[in-house]
């Protein structure tokens, strides 16, 4: 769709799978405000691998049931959208990185939308 072309901005969460807020995941409950807020979507990629602040090194080992590894939210929108998201999720995030980054969007493609 046209409307999600041009210049936008990315914005990634750096947390822990382990991170909670109000007994669920955090992950979850931040996809949860993404969609209250109305951005376009959402993706949480789990690492195999990760420094975190503390310099300790969390990497995924089979043979380990409960395992702490590093998560990343990834949402794009414009920067209107992402402000508002960010209001109510920063009281949802103890620990953890933020970033923003501008982009250009050049092509958004779905079939119920036809080709961009």
Do not use: C
């Amino acid at each position: 769709m046209k409307r999600y072309l041009g210049k936008r901005k990315v914005l990634r969460i750096y947390i822990s799978n382990e991170d909670m807020f109000e007994g669920k995941p955090l992950w979850e409950a931040l996809i949860a405000q993404t969609k209250a807020s109305g951005l376009a979507g959402a993706t949480v990629l789990k690492a195999a691998a990760g420094i975190g602040a503390h310099s300790e090194i969390h990497a995924f080992n089979v043979w380990v049931l409960k395992q702490k590894l590093p998560l990343v939210l990834e949402m794009i929108d414009t920067q209107e959208k992402i402000d508002s998201f960010l209001k109510e999720a920063d009281t949802m995030i103890s620990e953890g990185l933020v970033t923003l980054s501008d982009i250009d969007v050049i092509a958004y493609k779905h079939p119920a939308f036809g080709e961009s």
